[in-house]
Structure formats: structure tokens, C-alpha cells
């Protein structure tokens, strides 16, 4: 049977869901069958979902009420929760966990954090030291060095690597913040109105750690510590395109969506380690700026294909992978079947996109060849949802 859980808005962020919810079809079916079965653990806005690598434990990010929360999975559809809600930042909107099961990192839109936890051998969320996280707080929000010279976000050259002197992440638990350099990231305003938006996150190969901030234009690479994350350094995208979401590519590059100037930015990684930016690919030639604004980013499982949506026009963009994985090219664009496509994933050669404001789900069909969208094959009725994951 294919089974997905669905994570969704609740009534604080102006939605219907209840909680997590379980989409699934009928037994021996195929997924044109798709329903919802309704809400499997009543929880607030449970906007985002991962899953741990080798336990039954699902990880939800709770837009609304600013927290991270495990649940461990019992009998064949049900959640339970696995310990109590984690505090983080505001709007934290992605979770995404490490391949071994170790951490977790959690990114808030509302306020910039970028939050890690550690997980215990069970799955659950490891507490931050509250020792560390007040320590953490006076040095972000006290009063700046004043003989430190602001180092804003955009004082790099388009598309190249800024180094940084160890800063710590903002908000992140465990962390001892250094005596300076803390201003290099702060998320309240340097650089005039801009405001830091983290958005996701991408647990890398050499264990390293990338996020996307889309309000200061940058990505940002981690080192991990036994203490939480190290800033390593940063690749300045231009001013306004707005980094959202990533995928890591097969080849090893890593490919990134901004939500405001509707582009797929491909970095790569030299032998020093440092990620730059290598190529840069319009969504789609008609995608309008201003009103297309892309949400997610998912590539087909050889890889040879990336899709994006455009909220605003409720499409699909299809982008072929040419060459080693360094460059793309647009190949089709085709009708979403619903209403602001926040999320969508590529399963079993076909698409399921979420419809945050109609209420509604539609499962696409994808030409093998050509990697772009057929057709709208079935649609079904869900309250406000936001993210797709499969049952394991």
C-alpha cells in the first residue's frame, strides 16, 4: 500500500489540519487511489516532517508554535510523541536530520536561528544545556563590540566563497560563543531592513552542514562540533534572489532554488573544500518575476531531472541535469493541478504536489524520457497541506 505522512497548517497559521496526517491508497492499488485517512497525532502545524534513518521516529517541524518534536511511529499508521515539544525560533519551518541519526538541525524563517540538537540512541530530542543557550542569547542580542567594523552579508563578490572567523551559529544550543565575529551573521538588520530567514538545511557528505538564509541571499556551510556548529563559510548569492531550498545532487553538486528570483544557483565544491557558485538557470523562461515564487525543489531518483514550483502560477518547472551535474537546462512547464504547490515529491516515476490553499493534493504522471509532467492523473481533498513523507 502507498502510504505518505502529511505534515500541514493548523488553525494558528491560518489552516485546517489537525495534526500529522496519513494520505494512503487501497491495498494492491496503484496511488490514484490516494485519500486522506485523517490526522494520525493531534499536534499544532506540523509544517515540515523527516524521518530518522533507522529507527520508526518522525521529526516535525511546529511552524506556529516555534518548536521541534519527535514521534515515535506505532502499529502500521499511528504516531505517538517521543518526549515533550523543543523550543527553537520563530516560524521554524524545516527540520532535517543527520544520516547517522546523530543531530538534528532545525531552521526558523521568522527569526534566522539556526538550531542543532543532539538525538539519543531511541530517536528522542536531546534538551539543550540551559547554561549554554543563556550564554548563546547575551552574546547575540547584547550590546556589540563597538570597535568591531560591521561585516554585512552582501560585502562579497556574487557567487564566491567568504570565509569567516569560527562564529557561531545564531541560536544554535551547546554552542560557547566566541568573544567576536558575532555580528558577521547577526539576523536583525545589518545591511539596512533585511532580515535573516533560515530556510533548510542539507547534511553533506564530508559531514559538514549547508542552510539557505533567503532573507540575507546567502548559503552557509557548518562545521559540526561536539559542541554544535561552527560557521566555515559562506557563498554570497545577489542581492534579492532569496535562497530557499536544496537538493544535493549525485554528482556532488548542490543545487538551490530562490524563492524571489525564480533561479536554480549550482555550486560546487573545490579540493580546499570551499562550495562556489558554478552555474545559474532561469526555472522556466516564462516564470514571472514577482509573481512565480518557487517553493520546493525535488529531482527525480536518477538525478537526471529537478522540478520546481511556482506558486503564483501553479505550475511545475522541469529542469534537465547536463553534463557532470554542474549545469541545467529548462525543459517543460506544465499546470500543478492545485493551488499554491508548497511541496511536492518525486515517487515511483510520478508527482505529488500539495496545494496549500485549495485544500487539496494532485499526483502528476512523468515521462520517463523527457522528465516533464504529463498530466494531472487523480486529486484529493486535504486540509491546508504542506509536506509529503513517505512511510517507511
Given at each position: ?8 497548517y ?12 496519513l ?8 496511488a ?17 516532517l523527516?524521518?530518522?534513518p ?25 504516531l ?7 523550543a ?40 539543550a544545556?540551559?547554561?549554554a543557550a ?5 552574546a547575540?542580542f ?8 560591521a ?5 562579497g563578490?556574487?557567487?564566491?566563497s ?16 566566541p ?8 539576523p ?12 533548510a ?7 559538514r ?17 561536539g559542541?554544535g ?9 545577489p ?10 545532487h ?17 555550486l ?5 573544500g ?9 526555472t ?10 518557487p ?5 527525480s ?15 511545475i518547472a ?6 557532470g ?7 517543460a512547464?506544465a ?16 508527482m505529488?504536489v500539495a ?8 499526483l ?5 524520457r ?16 504542506t ?6
Amino acid at each position: 500500500m502507498t502510504r505518505f505522512w502529511l505534515g500541514g497548517y493548523g488553525a494558528a497559521m491560518d489552516g485546517s489540519a489537525d495534526g500529522i496526517g496519513l494520505l494512503a491508497g487501497d491495498e494492491g492499488r496503484e496511488a490514484s487511489t490516494l485519500a486522506y485517512r485523517g490526522a494520525v497525532v493531534e499536534t499544532p502545524s506540523p509544517s515540515w516532517l523527516a524521518q530518522h534513518p533507522s529507527l520508526d521516529v518522525v521529526y516535525a517541524a511546529l511552524e506556529g508554535d516555534s518548536a521541534v518534536q519527535a514521534f515515535s511511529r506505532s502499529g502500521e499508521s499511528a504516531l505517538t510523541p517521543l518526549g515533550p515539544p523543543a523550543a527553537v525560533g520563530q516560524y521554524v519551518c524545516h527540520v532535517a536530520v543527520a544520516p547517522n541519526g546523530s543531530a538534528l538541525i532545525a531552521s526558523c524563517y521568522g527569526d534566522g536561528r539556526v538550531v542543532r540538537f543532539d538525538l539519543d540512541a531511541e530517536g528522542r530530542i536531546v534538551p539543550a544545556k540551559p547554561d549554554a543557550a543563556a550564554a548563546l542569547r547575551a552574546a547575540l542580542f547584547g550590546e556589540p563590540d563597538p570597535e568591531m567594523p560591521a561585516d554585512t552579508p552582501d560585502g562579497g563578490r556574487f557567487g564566491q566563497s567568504r570565509p569567516t572567523s569560527g562564529v557561531s551559529a545564531p541560536g544554535v544550543t551547546g554552542v560557547t560563543p566566541p568573544g567576536d565575529g558575532i555580528a558577521a551573521i547577526d539576523p536583525y538588520g545589518v545591511g539596512g531592513d533585511r532580515v535573516s530567514h533560515a530556510h533548510a538545511a542539507v547534511f553533506l557528505p564530508d559531514g559538514r552542514v549547508a542552510t539557505t538564509d533567503l532573507g540575507f541571499d546567502l548559503v552557509r556551510f557548518w562545521r559540526q562540533s561536539g559542541s554544535g556548529l561552527v560557521l566555515d563559510h559562506e557563498v554570497v548569492l545577489p542581492l534579492g534572489t532569496g535562497p530557499r531550498h536544496m537538493v544535493l545532487h549525485p554528482s556532488g553538486h548542490l543545487h538551490v532554488v530562490t524563492e524571489y528570483s525564480c533561479e536554480v544557483f549550482t555550486l560546487a565544491r573545490a579540493a580546499d573544500g570551499t562550495w562556489s557558485v558554478v552555474s545559474v538557470t532561469l526555472t522556466s523562461p516564462i516564470a514571472e518575476v514577482g509573481r512565480d515564487f518557487p517553493a520546493e525543489l525535488a529531482r527525480s531518483r536518477d538525478g537526471h531531472f529537478l522540478y520546481t514550483a511556482l506558486r503564483g502560477s501553479n505550475t511545475i518547472a522541469a529542469l534537465r541535469v547536463r553534463g557532470g551535474g554542474e549545469a541545467l537546462e529548462s525543459v517543460a512547464l506544465a499546470d500543478s493541478g492545485v493551488d499554491w504547490p508548497r511541496h511536492h515529491l518525486v515517487h515511483e516515476g510520478k508527482m505529488l504536489v500539495a496545494g496549500q490553499r485549495s485544500d487539496t493534493i494532485a499526483l502528476l504522471d512523468l515521462d520517463e524520457r523527457t522528465g516533464a509532467p504529463l498530466g494531472i492523473r487523480h486529486e484529493a481533498q486535504v486540509p491546508t497541506p504542506t509536506h509529503f513523507l513517505p512511510v517507511r
